[in-house]
């Protein structure tokens, strides 16, 4: 289904169109949300319009409403069934409860939406690889993925970070990453996996949405991509990482001092992050360390990093032991 299907399709529930849009954007990507983004979202004013909506949503029963600490915080959870199956989507994850910390991290992808509300965001790992593979003719094989299990029960599971992707009228492609944990392990291997896919698109924005509560985290981040992605390997050191991982993982080398010399020059987050995806991917992981597209593109201006900070806390959303 298209995005406008969609709106129509709950419209008939009996929401107004601006209403449906939102209910639509928060079922694909969040599962939860705030009253407040929803004002931001439609650009009104955070008032007695947006009370009665909210109001509606818990009567009628397609969200629940949970009480935060602060007295007058609440979270919104959409989660009926016939309101998803709507949108063509009645089996999501997003209509299963949440832990209070994967429901700050839905939100934290709310807000970075809201903010940009006129691009296409692509939701479901189905419409990513259509759109994408339209747009830039990738291999199925180098779209983000992770593989679980060996032999007839490997299974791919693509885009698994389940993070929205926008798309400019103009084309350019808008890679959005969620930072809500003081390390950036996972952040740098959601690099590697996207290398292959920045490559393909001809024009490229990195967004990087950070919050308030980790100070210092922008610049962190910026460093990551600028050592991870636009610095590459020389093939000498690409050729001595591909011997490092082999010895890794046969545990077998009978060549100890150039072990040694391997451990102490890959010992970094970098490396890390490689050699968990070369241990799904092989040598398809190797090639973005030696590759200068990425240094090329952002230098000509067709790739670029943002980051955005967002302006709104979530610790006061931790939950009561009561819940509406």
Known sequence: MFFDERVQAVAKKGFTERQARFLTTVMLHAGVCVPRQYARFCGIVHGQKTRQFFAKLVRLGYASMHDCRHNRARIY??????????????????RR???????????MVLDAIVEDPD???????????????????????????????????RQVRLFPERLPIGIHLAGRGVIVYVIDRPHLDDFRVFLERHAALLRALPIWTLRIVVPPHLPGMAERARHAVQYQLTQPFRDVVVDEMRWYFEQLRSSSSTEAERLARARRA?????AQAVYRCWKQDGEAA??????????????????????????????????????S
């Open 77 to 94: 959870h959409v989660h009926q069934r016939a309101l998803y199956t709507a949108i063509g989507e009645a089996d999501s994850g997003l």
């Open 97 to 107: 409860r949440l832990t209070i910390n994967r429901a700050i991290q839905r939100l």
């Open 119 to 153: 691009l296409v965001w692509l939701a479901t790992a189905d419409e990513k690889a259509a759109h994408l593979s339209a747009l830039t003719g990738i291999a199925p094989n180098d779209l983000p993925h992770v593989t679980i299990g060996d032999g007839d029960t």
């Open 266 to 270: 890959f010992n970094s987050s970098r």
């Open 286 to 323: 190797l090639v973005s360390v030696g590759s200068d597209a990425l240094r090329k593109a952002v230098e000509a201006g067709s790739g670029g990093v943002e980051v955005l900070e967002l302006g709104h806390r979530y610790g006061h959303l931790s939950p009561l032991l009561a819940v």
